[in-house]
């Protein structure tokens, strides 16, 4: 169980959900594995937007790394072990504005709920990044190594 302290250290506000959370780190690839060319991993998210203005032009995330130089395993939070690795920005005028889905928070406003995944392709000379919607693949995503 994590202490007191450091659960409200870690732990978010949602005005969608209506309650706090936990932001815990997913790792899409551990120390040792063995990453294949050409075999494209996914990265799942979901972001809300208001709906009482235009939905979202774009939709930005961060993918992280984490040191393990004494092997004790990945962070399960974001502390001083984990470091940002690369900034992804997806374009979403490319999805057609219908098929982002309207939901109603537990604040009582209307939301955009916007679920897609970036899909992260290894390549010999470089790394390609994409952004999936609904199981359809709608390009390339900028992606800015920090």
């Known amino acids: 169980m994590l202490f ?17 959370s936990l932001n815990l780190m997913k790792w899409f690839i551990q120390k040792g594995e063995i990453v294949e060319e050409d075999k494209p991993k996914r990265l799942y998210y979901f972001q809300t937007h208001r709906t009482d203005g235009p939905p979202p032009a774009e939709v930005k995330m961060t993918i992280n790394m984490c040191a393990d130089p004494d092997n004790t395993g990945p962070s399960v939070y974001n502390d001083v072990r984990v470091f940002d690795l690369v900034e992804v ?14 939901v109603l928070g537990a ?31 709608y390009g390339p995503v900028t992606a800015e190594y920090v």
């Open 89 to 102: 920005s997806a374009n979403l005028s490319r999805i057609p504005r219908r098929k982002l889905p309207r």
């Open 4 to 20: 007191p302290k450091l659960r409200r250290i870690f732990r978010i506000w949602s005005d969608f959900n209506g309650h706090y």
């Open 107 to 137: 604040d009582g406003h209307s939301y955009y709920k916007i679920s897609f995944a970036v899909e992260i392709t290894y390549c010999s000379a470089y790394t390609k990044y994409e952004l999936i919607h609904d199981n359809i693949n």
